[in-house]
């Protein structure tokens, strides 16, 4: 099946921004995704951007994606502590039913 | 609140027990999936409705598994014989298109 992979950890301080990244390998993905868990709760969409885009940006939020290297990354621009949580990767390939493919996820920890 | 929701949040069991978990989606989302989340873990698909048909199944959902959306609105999942290893978090989306899906905030099965 298709693998996304993600680091595990990432550690920043409040106010400064935070990058997430991630690599896919199915080369016919056609959405990537990123998704928000808090403990405890389900997942949260964040945003999202169509593969035949660069980057997108939504907020403090800015997704870049690289094709070439199958590389997708989550910059969060002025991190706060409620931005602390689970980051998931998630790709979809059509004719698959959508079924997304989730990375393992990063768990972001933003020091006061 | 017009978002995913899931009934019960919590479940404990004993081994060999059968459990039965329902979800509503969004209301006119015709495409509903089921997850499996487990510690550490991204979601792991199990399976697919286009409004009443079951269109998909991962070999994830053995024959202990099965699924139904009868009228095309809530699906259910009930798990026969319950194991151990069945012990998960259990997310159930919605979309209206397959690009974009809805999390609901799951509910976590405890098998004793």
């Known amino acids: 099946g298709e693998d996304v992979e993600q680091s595990l950890f990432l550690s920043v301080r409040e106010g400064d921004s935070s990058v997430i990244n991630c690599t896919y390998t199915?080369?016919?993905?056609?959405?990537l995704y990123w998704y928000k868990q808090e403990p405890g709760a389900g997942l949260q969409l964040l945003t999202y951007?169509?593969?035949?885009?660069d980057m997108k940006q939504d907020q403090r939020l800015t997704v870049l994606l690289n094709k070439k290297d199958k590389h997708l990354s989550l910059r969060i621009a002025d991190t706060q502590t409620g931005d602390s949580a689970i980051y998931f990767c998630?790709?979809?390939?059509?004719?698959?039913?959508?079924?997304?493919?989730f990375g393992t996820g990063t768990s972001l920890t933003v020091i006061p | 609140d017009t978002g995913v929701s899931q009934d019960p949040r919590h479940k404990i069991t004993k081994r060999g027990q059968n459990v039965t978990f329902r979800c509503d989606p969004i209301?006119?989302?015709?495409?509903l999936y089921w997850y499996r989340q487990t510690l550490g873990q991204g979601p792991e698909f199990l399976t697919y409705?286009?409004?009443?048909?079951?269109?998909?199944k991962s070999r994830l959902l053995s024959d202990r598994f099965s699924a139904e959306r009868p009228k095309g609105s809530f699906s259910t999942l009930e798990i026969q014989r319950t194991e151990q290893g069945d012990s998960a978090m259990y997310l159930c989306?919605?979309?209206?298109?397959?690009?974009?899906?809805?999390f609901g905030p799951g509910t976590r099965l405890t098998v004793l």
């Open positions: 989306a919605s979309s209206p298109t397959g690009n974009t899906q809805y």
């Open positions: 199915d080369s016919s993905s056609t959405y």
């Open positions: 951007i169509f593969s035949n885009m």
């Open positions: 998630a790709e979809s390939t059509r004719g698959t039913g959508n079924q997304f493919y």
């Open positions: 209301s006119e989302h015709n495409r």
């Open positions: 409705f286009q409004n009443e048909a079951q269109l998909e």
